[in-house]
């Protein structure tokens, strides 16, 4: 299955690739992900890609594309994907079309009030990238996983954050009238698992058609 989750930051949508991926075994593909690996190197690229990640922008269509490509080339993904973070834009669509068809997409909805919330108390694993919430019972300041001390993104800062919400609301409308009925809808108002039971059903009747 070749899916793309649609999403705003700090919509759940990583936390439900994680459900699909153990269910459906296809890896989860994030471009956000990517890029924060590329920075990390400290190369001429990472130089440049950590200019726009730490600002909320969009890394250019064309950096992005190449970074997406060898990614989906890799043996991992023959049996399909989920594409988190990709496509953005409606040009970014039109450029995936080139590669791969897509099977489904589903699109992870919350209001942005309850996003900027959620996004400001959100806290990262330098380490395995496990992500926590200091409104969340338990929070410690350390990863639950690796026990690795957990920061907050720059980009999880409210000024990026205003522009992350801004970025995503001007190009989503776009995408969702592109990929038409291929859209699954779901909102992450409730918990990671009331989200994720309504997908799961999808996506079954979605793997016994392809
Ligand atoms: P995310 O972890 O998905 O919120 O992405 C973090 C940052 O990576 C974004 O704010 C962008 O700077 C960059 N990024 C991720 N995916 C894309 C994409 N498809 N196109 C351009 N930039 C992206």
Known sequence: MRLVLLGAAGSGKGTLAKKITSDFGIPQIST??????IVKTGSPLGELVKGYLDKGA?????????????RISQADCK???ILDGFPRSLDQAKMLEKV?????VISVELDFEELEKR????????????IDNVN???????????GTKLFQRDDDKPE???ARLEVYKNN??????FYGDKVFKVSSAGSPDETYAPVKTFLVKLEAKI
């Not at 791969?100 to 489904?104: I, K, L, M, S």
């Not at 996004?119 to 496990?130: A, E």
């Not at 969340?136 to 690796?146: A, E, I, L, P, V």
């Open 32 to 37: 956000g992900d990517l890029f924060r690996e």
């Open 58 to 70: 969009l890394v250019p269509n064309e950096v992005t594309f190449d970074v997406l490509k060898n």
């Open 79 to 81: 049996n399909g994907f």
């Open 100 to 104: 791969t068809e897509v099977d489904a």
């Open 119 to 130: 996004l400001v108390s959100r806290r990262t694993c330098p380490k395995c990238g496990d």
């Open 136 to 146: 969340y019972q338990g929070f410690t300041g350390s990863c639950r996983k690796c």
């Open 160 to 162: 990026a954050i205003k």
């Open 172 to 177: 989503i409308t776009p995408l969702i009238n």
